[in-house]
């Protein structure tokens, strides 16, 4: 089955640098990755996905890059504010409703003012 | 903008008790997925089911466990004979193909 690797588990930066989290998939046949922010106590929630027929995305600050060849995807944030302090989880599925969504173990990212 | 929701939010219960989680999935989604997470640690999938059927579920996902849609609103996770390790948040999702949206978890305390 899939399996995600995420780096680093941690991240500290000082506010208006930039943050970058790297994952790395197993399964080929992923298409879908996206990332979700979680709170401490909160529910992930979904800030940006990429699907395999891209290979970048930009939402703002936020932007996230795709390398089906070496099966690695990035999270790429900018001018970080306080904030954005978070755990950052990335994800992978098959592009099909109904099957899992596997996370990888997640990044602390904290920002400092 | 329609959201996930779980009740209850904290649920505590001694070994051996039998659980049940409830969530509302959003009304459009067709599909729905139990994940749980220990605490500190990342987001596991258990379950997802379509057309009142499971569709693919994990290793964790063992006898002890069971999902249930018993109405055309609710989905339902049992855990029949909870254990020590069973403490986790426990986190239910539905989808419109796929993107996955989660409900804001039930904390299952088990002592």
């Known amino acids: 089955g899939e399996n995600v690797e995420q780096h680093p588990s941690t991240l500290s930066v000082q506010e208006g640098d930039s943050a970058v989290i790297k994952c790395t998939y197993s399964?080929?046949?992923?298409?879908?990755f996206p990332w979700y922010k979680q709170e401490l106590g909160k529910r992930p929630q979904l800030i940006i996905d990429?699907?395999?027929?891209?290979g970048e995305k930009k939402d703002q600050r936020i932007a996230v890059t795709l390398n089906k060849t070496a099966k690695h995807f990035s999270l790429h944030i900018t001018e970080t504010q306080p904030e954005d302090s978070a755990v950052y989880f990335c994800?992978?599925?098959?592009?099909?409703?109904?099957?899992?969504?596997?996370f990888g173990k997640g990044t602390t990212l904290s920002v400092s003012s | 903008e329609p959201e996930v929701t779980q009740t209850p939010s904290h649920q505590v219960t001694q070994m051996g008790q039998e659980v049940i989680l409830r969530c509302v999935p959003i009304?459009?989604?067709?599909?729905f997925y139990w994940y749980r997470q220990i605490l500190g640690q990342k987001v596991e999938f258990l379950v997802s089911?379509?057309?009142?059927?499971?569709?693919?579920k994990s290793e964790i996902f063992d006898d002890q466990f069971s999902v249930e849609r018993p109405d055309g609103s609710n989905f339902t996770l049992k855990i029949r004979s909870t254990k020590l390790e069973d403490s986790a948040m426990y986190f239910c999702?539905?989808?419109?193909?796929?993107?996955?949206?989660f409900g804001p978890g039930t904390r299952l305390t088990v002592t």
């Open positions: 999702a539905s989808s419109e193909m796929s993107r996955w949206y």
């Open positions: 399964d080929s046949a992923s298409n879908y």
């Open positions: 990429i699907r395999s027929n891209v």
């Open positions: 994800a992978a599925s098959i592009n099909q409703a109904g099957t899992a969504l596997i």
């Open positions: 009304s459009n989604h067709l599909y």
């Open positions: 089911f379509y057309n009142n059927e499971i569709s693919e």
